[in-house]
């Protein structure tokens, strides 16, 4: 990476539309908004947002990138898995030498400070993140293509548990590596008690067919979405996404049973959104169809 000094460059006022093929803007996520782009070089600018920015390069082939965020100019070959951090409140500019192909992950600041607050009973106020022009991170990476790959095929109500559990480790990563004051993220060692544990898996089982939150499934024993998260793997073995889809699926095989019970209704009634979508879980749990497990 070369830095330069500052200058101002002609620029083009960014649309927030210029470009987009995908956004999760309308789908109900939490606390963070996933945009998907693809443009011809160009050179754009972009407002303070209020939102902290995260960038992923998709493009397919390398291209030079020219990037003035706040007062600091940054120059360099941007390739596919790259990382870029523009933090909520500064302004930027970049000017591409080759077709363009990015994610923009925006994160809300309150989510952040939430989620430092929680893990490290910290002084939320003090965090920030650090600005970052070209950043190679796997673990950041991984969590992005997997909201990528919901921004794409994900929906109902099992896909927004997941969507939560992907925005937490999003944003423990990012205050992990890149937040200006270094968090020591100290885990319990154990996992929920026992009677907490029945609390939550009797509400499941009590509400298998309708959305599940991981917000109220840790309102429910009065800790934080992170811990709980931890807590609860530590207990049984996997995330609350997993175990609440096992549950579901463990009911359809039970509905299964009864033939005046088409295939659609029992997904409905087990919390999925479609007979494809419970078809897609059954099939990686047994190995057939919900049609072909019932015959």
């Not at 989510?111 to 910290?122: G, N, S």
């Not at 029992?266 to 099939?283: D, E, Q, T, V």
Request: charged share 20%.
């Amino acid at each position: 990476m070369k830095t330069v000094s500052s200058t101002k460059p002609v620029t083009i006022t960014h649309s927030s539309e210029e470009g987009l093929i995908n956004s999760s803007q309308d789908l109900g996520w939490e606390y963070i908004v996933f945009n998907e782009y693809q443009l011809a070089p160009t050179q754009i600018s972009y407002p303070a947002f209020p939102q902290h920015n995260l960038y992923l390069c998709l493009a397919n082939r390398p291209y030079r990138i020219h990037h003035l965020m706040g007062k600091q100019r940054y120059v360099g070959i941007y390739s596919r898995g790259d990382i870029g951090i523009t933090p909520a409140g500064i302004a930027s500019i970049y000017r591409t030498e080759g077709n363009d192909h990015f994610l923009q992950i925006q994160i809300e600041q309150q989510f952040l400070h939430q989620v430092a607050q929680e893990t490290d009973e910290i002084d939320a106020s003090s965090v920030e993140l650090i600005p970052k022009f070209r950043e190679r991170n796997p673990q950041i990476e991984q969590i992005i293509m997997m909201l990528y790959s919901e921004l794409h095929q994900g929906s109902g109500w099992g896909s927004k548990l997941y969507i939560e559990s992907l925005s937490n480790a999003l944003a423990v990563n990012l205050l992990r590596g890149y937040s200006v004051k270094k968090t020591n993220f100290n885990l319990h060692s154990v996992g929920l008690s026992d009677s907490k544990l029945l609390l939550v898996t009797d509400y499941i089982n009590d509400n298998i067919g309708t959305e599940i939150k991981i917000s109220d499934l840790a309102a429910l024993v009065g800790i934080s979405q992170f811990h709980f998260s931890r807590l609860f793997k530590k207990s049984v073995g996997m995330s609350p996404h997993k175990y609440v889809i096992k549950q579901r699926l463990e009911r359809a095989k039970s509905l299964l049973k009864n033939p005046e019970l088409s295939v659609t209704d029992i997904a409905l009634l087990c919390g999925f959104n479609s007979h494809s979508h419970l078809g897609k879980y059954f099939r990686q749990l047994t190995g057939f169809t919900p049609k072909q497990y019932r015959n």
